[in-house]
């Protein structure tokens, strides 16, 4: 999980392969009044129901195949990209009795991207151009996924079991917020970070 405002993760799970990144949301403590942003991968109406009813906000992308009804279409300002914003309840089988509460859907074309992307959130009082903003904030994560692959390259692990190999990722990161929060103190933005390899 990143933080936005600084671009430094606040939250990280190590995990095997086989585990899929929706059990994070079983781990994780949300604040009241926070957004979690999420890709379709962590779309689970269950545990989003629990963000909810801790009083924390979230913006994700819906699958295709979402069934809902309408209540209530908010006007909106094509101009912005959004096409549509409207209130909805789940109507599915499961996910009707998952997340019983309304939800907000809005649907918005990207012409970065030429696609149109539809988001859900529990969030009724920003702008729906917000919510399009807040998702696009997203990337972030996707930056700093890059940034790992690209930077901390740990050639060679000095144990192998599974504590060992945790324990030598962990440093890794470690040091990785370490720098970030001395650049972001000193105000160092331009100063490489490519030599730090493990």
Not at 47 to 61: D, E, G, W
Not at 140 to 153: D, G, M, P
């Amino acid at each position: 999980m990143i933080n936005l405002q600084g671009a430094i993760p606040v939250f990280i799970d190590i995990t095997d392969g086989k585990v899929h990144d929706v059990n994070v949301l079983d781990i994780l403590i949300p604040e009241p009044g926070s957004y979690i942003v999420m890709d379709r991968g962590y779309l689970d109406f269950e545990r989003l129901y629990r963000l909810h009813q801790c009083l924390s906000f979230f913006v994700i992308r819906a699958k295709r195949n979402l069934k809902f009804q309408r209540r209530y279409s908010h006007p909106v300002n094509k101009s912005t990209g959004v096409r549509s914003d409207q209130t909805i309840v789940l109507t599915g089988p499961k996910t009707s009795g998952l997340y019983p509460d309304p939800l907000r859907r809005i649907s918005y074309y990207s012409e970065d991207l030429d696609k149109r992307l539809i988001f859900l959130t529990n969030n009724f009082s920003v702008p729906s151009e917000t919510v399009a903003a807040i998702y696009r904030y997203r990337w972030q994560v996707e930056l700093f996924f890059k940034w790992i692959k690209q930077h901390l390259r740990i050639k060679s692990f000095y144990g192998t079991s599974e504590n060992s190999v945790k324990t030598q990722i962990w440093i890794a990161v470690s040091v990785y917020l370490l720098v970030a929060i001395i650049k972001k103190k000193l105000g160092l933005d331009k100063v490489s970070t490519q030599f730090y390899k493990f």
